[in-house]
């Protein structure tokens, strides 16, 4: 065989526009007079790595923010992504000081006693560059289709001295300016007219740039080349900013490589698009979002986590994530609170900036000062630094640890291996080690897709589940029913516990497979096929019984051990209780 091309899709540049608001403690339009003071005389801003000046600019829709633009730049590599958000740090800072100077205070959008709070709610605007009309359809309708996970991961909430609202994006709520993405069918100025009018029709506005996504860029911004996207509300910090700058990048990447394939985008249904765009900016990364399912129409709805959709969009990133070198580092603010909050059974993870200011808060009720804040945006380094992950190695180090070395993981991709072709037959080893004509075993997602029809026969429950115990390692489905909606979750556990007669209760946390419990639960799996062992006893007994379990090592007679629950839950008169449920799986 004989290599004749290779493609790689090198990513193009981006324009950022990163926003803040600003507050003039008792003046009730003290902030858009100082805005626009600010706008006539603006400080000097440092030059990006391109060489071109930043500048800072204002909207006419919010009078009381504004933004720091990069101009086109380009985010190839860590070195480059690197001084981008060192110089991007240094602008705001130097925007910081003269705000202070006039009187006023440069703080993150949100600060809910600001006079009027709507006239500081800003995005951080990514534009991206294409290079013709169809890299511009593809990437708009790609961005349009993982438009809620975007919202719940990068939503930003109203805050004050009693700490920060719940809920997702509380510019998105408020806003009467931008509406949800249209499916583009094609760029050709005669198809953007009828999405014109079809504007005119839903919303009663015309314009395209009112969409999350503006195919057609945002002018104001002078981007009017660029695709701009619109769905993460403005950072805190500029390290946030730069993590959505990369997500946004691989988004451009891929959409490059379904533009070259010859491949499009598949049209969500629009209803769908907005049911699930609405619970993202209502509840964020709490929000349980519907599975597109119009191909199989016979099956009822089903949901997700929209921390597990953040999850899977990772997972879809990753080669291009690679390709552009990304860092453990770089990707932490946005991965790494969503995964530890997804898999650890302990709560209080910061997943992004707005449980960030929340445990701010609840550490020092005076962290959202507006005076402390100020403070902050005036740093270089601060406005750099990981505040997520230095937060969630405070809650929990040894989660964290691992979360880092999960994620490095993912980035660094399977080992290559060697071509061994050359060698003899008698050294070469089969590419399988399973029968053949016997199927690869089920991941722990694809077990949980299967249970998830509808009237599954108790024999293909059974077949489902050992194809999952041919897997190595340890069977743990407590993370993967995490990340699924509540009610899925304790649906899929109630098909997966056996009956009553082949359930045992345990009192206490297991020495050996010798003693009387665990040896009755291996002869009913013996006998059925699968047990079931309970334990509900105190809280803080829990760890005993995971750790007894790991300290008996693997059931006799190739039966495997499968976790179903592992989870704490208040009882009568606020006592912690603790419940720890293991599957016995006979082959």
């Given at each position: 065989m004989?290599?004749v091309?290779?493609?790689r899709?090198a990513?193009?540049r981006?324009r950022?526009?990163?926003?803040?608001?600003?507050?003039v403690p008792?003046?009730?339009?003290?902030?858009?007079?100082l805005?626009?003071?600010?706008?006539?005389?603006?400080?000097p801003?440092p030059?990006?790595p391109?060489g071109q000046?930043?500048?800072?600019r204002?909207s006419?829709?919010?009078r009381?923010a504004?933004w720091?633009?990069?101009?086109?730049?380009?985010l190839?590599d860590?070195?480059t992504?690197?001084?981008?958000a060192?110089a991007l740090?240094v602008?705001?800072?130097?925007?910081?000081?003269?705000v202070r100077?006039?009187?006023?205070?440069l703080?993150p959008?949100?600060?809910?006693?600001?006079?009027?709070p709507l006239?500081?709610?800003?995005a951080?605007?990514?534009?991206?560059?294409?290079?013709n009309?169809?890299?511009?359809?593809?990437?708009?309708?790609?961005v349009?289709e993982h438009?809620a996970?975007?919202?719940?991961l990068?939503g930003?909430q109203?805050y004050g001295?009693g700490?920060v609202?719940p809920?997702?994006?509380?510019r998105?709520s408020?806003?009467f300016?931008?509406?949800s993405?249209?499916?583009l069918d094609?760029c050709?100025?005669?198809?953007l007219?009828?999405v014109?009018t079809?504007?005119?029709?839903e919303e009663?506005?015309g314009?395209?740039e009112?969409?999350?996504v503006?195919?057609?860029g945002?002018?104001?911004a002078?981007a009017?080349?660029d695709?701009t996207?619109?769905?993460?509300?403005?950072?805190?910090?500029?390290?946030?900013?730069?993590?959505?700058?990369?997500?946004?990048?691989a988004?451009?990447?891929?959409s490059r490589d379904?533009?070259?394939?010859?491949?499009?985008?598949r049209?969500?249904p629009?209803?769908l698009?907005?049911?699930n765009?609405a619970?993202?900016v209502?509840h964020?990364?709490a929000?349980?979002?519907?599975?597109?399912q119009?191909?199989?129409?016979?099956e009822?709805?089903?949901t997700?986590?929209?921390?597990?959709a953040?999850?899977?969009?990772?997972s879809?990133l990753l080669?291009?994530?690679?390709?552009l070198?990304?860092?453990?580092?770089?990707l932490?603010p946005l991965?790494?609170?969503?995964?530890?909050?997804?898999s650890?059974a302990?709560s209080?993870f910061?997943?992004?900036?707005n449980d960030l200011?929340?445990?701010?808060?609840?550490?020092?009720?005076?962290?959202l000062?507006?005076?402390?804040l100020?403070?902050?945006?005036?740093?270089?380094d601060w406005?750099?630094a990981?505040?997520?992950g230095?937060?969630?190695?405070?809650v929990?180090?040894?989660?964290?640890a691992a979360?880092r070395?999960?994620?490095?993981?993912?980035?660094?991709g399977p080992a290559p291996?060697?071509?061994?072709?050359?060698e003899?037959?008698?050294?070469?080893?089969?590419e399988?080690?399973?029968?053949p004509?016997r199927?690869?075993?089920?991941?722990?997602?694809?077990l949980l897709d299967r249970l998830a029809?509808p009237?599954?026969?108790?024999p293909?429950v059974?077949?489902?589940?050992?194809?999952?115990?041919?897997?190595?390692?340890t069977?743990d489905?407590?993370r993967?029913?995490?990340?699924r909606?509540?009610?899925?979750?304790?649906a899929?556990?109630?098909v997966l516990?056996?009956?009553?007669g082949?359930?045992?209760r345990c009192?206490k946390?297991?020495v050996?497979?010798?003693d009387a419990?665990a040896?009755r639960?291996l002869?009913a799996?013996g006998e059925q096929?699968?047990?079931?062992?309970?334990?509900?006893?105190?809280?803080q007994d829990r760890a005993r019984?995971?750790?007894?379990l790991?300290g008996m090592?693997?059931?006799p007679?190739g039966?495997?051990?499968?976790?179903?629950?592992?989870?704490n839950?208040t009882?009568r008169?606020d006592?912690?209780r603790?419940?720890?449920?293991v599957?016995l799986?006979?082959p």
């Amino acid at each position: 065989m004989t290599l004749v091309a290779l493609y790689r899709s090198a990513p193009l540049r981006q324009r950022i526009s990163k926003g803040y608001s600003v507050y003039v403690p008792g003046h009730g339009r003290g902030a858009e007079e100082l805005v626009g003071s600010l706008l006539a005389g603006p400080p000097p801003l440092p030059a990006g790595p391109s060489g071109q000046p930043h500048t800072v600019r204002g909207s006419a829709r919010a009078r009381a923010a504004l933004w720091v633009d990069t101009g086109r730049v380009s985010l190839h590599d860590p070195a480059t992504r690197a001084r981008t958000a060192e110089a991007l740090a240094v602008s705001v800072a130097r925007v910081a000081a003269d705000v202070r100077r006039r009187g006023g205070l440069l703080l993150p959008t949100g600060w809910q006693q600001q006079p009027d709070p709507l006239a500081g709610l800003c995005a951080d605007l990514h534009s991206a560059e294409v290079l013709n009309p169809v890299q511009r359809e593809v990437f708009t309708n790609l961005v349009r289709e993982h438009t809620a996970s975007l919202i719940a991961l990068g939503g930003r909430q109203l805050y004050g001295p009693g700490g920060v609202a719940p809920g997702g994006s509380a510019r998105l709520s408020r806003s009467f300016d931008q509406v949800s993405t249209r499916y583009l069918d094609s760029c050709a100025p005669e198809h953007l007219e009828r999405v014109r009018t079809r504007l005119r029709q839903e919303e009663r506005v015309g314009r395209l740039e009112v969409m999350d996504v503006s195919p057609l860029g945002m002018p104001e911004a002078q981007a009017g080349e660029d695709v701009t996207v619109r769905l993460f509300d403005a950072q805190v910090t500029v390290a946030g900013t730069l993590a959505h700058a990369l997500l946004v990048q691989a988004l451009s990447m891929w959409s490059r490589d379904l533009e070259r394939t010859g491949r499009r985008v598949r049209q969500v249904p629009q209803f769908l698009l907005e049911q699930n765009r609405a619970r993202a900016v209502a509840h964020g990364l709490a929000a349980e979002l519907r599975v597109d399912q119009t191909r199989r129409t016979e099956e009822p709805p089903r949901t997700q986590s929209a921390g597990r959709a953040v999850r899977t969009l990772l997972s879809e990133l990753l080669p291009y994530l690679r390709q552009l070198d990304a860092t453990t580092d770089e990707l932490a603010p946005l991965f790494l609170g969503v995964e530890m909050a997804g898999s650890a059974a302990a709560s209080g993870f910061v997943r992004n900036e707005n449980d960030l200011l929340a445990h701010w808060h609840r550490e020092d009720r005076t962290a959202l000062a507006p005076e402390r804040l100020a403070q902050g945006l005036a740093s270089p380094d601060w406005l750099t630094a990981d505040h997520c992950g230095a937060s969630n190695r405070a809650v929990g180090h040894g989660s964290w640890a691992a979360a880092r070395v999960w994620l490095t993981d993912r980035l660094a991709g399977p080992a290559p291996q060697p071509d061994r072709r050359h060698e003899a037959q008698r050294d070469r080893r089969p590419e399988s080690r399973r029968e053949p004509g016997r199927p690869a075993p089920l991941t722990a997602d694809q077990l949980l897709d299967r249970l998830a029809r509808p009237d599954l026969p108790a024999p293909e429950v059974m077949d489902a589940l050992r194809s999952y115990c041919r897997a190595g390692g340890t069977l743990d489905l407590t993370r993967p029913l995490r990340s699924r909606g509540r009610d899925e979750a304790r649906a899929l556990r109630r098909v997966l516990r056996p009956r009553a007669g082949q359930r045992v209760r345990c009192e206490k946390p297991p020495v050996s497979w010798d003693d009387a419990t665990a040896t009755r639960a291996l002869r009913a799996a013996g006998e059925q096929g699968v047990a079931l062992m309970h334990w509900d006893l105190p809280a803080q007994d829990r760890a005993r019984v995971r750790e007894a379990l790991r300290g008996m090592g693997r059931a006799p007679g190739g039966v495997r051990t499968v976790l179903l629950t592992d989870t704490n839950y208040t009882a009568r008169e606020d006592e912690r209780r603790g419940t720890v449920e293991v599957l016995l799986v006979a082959p």
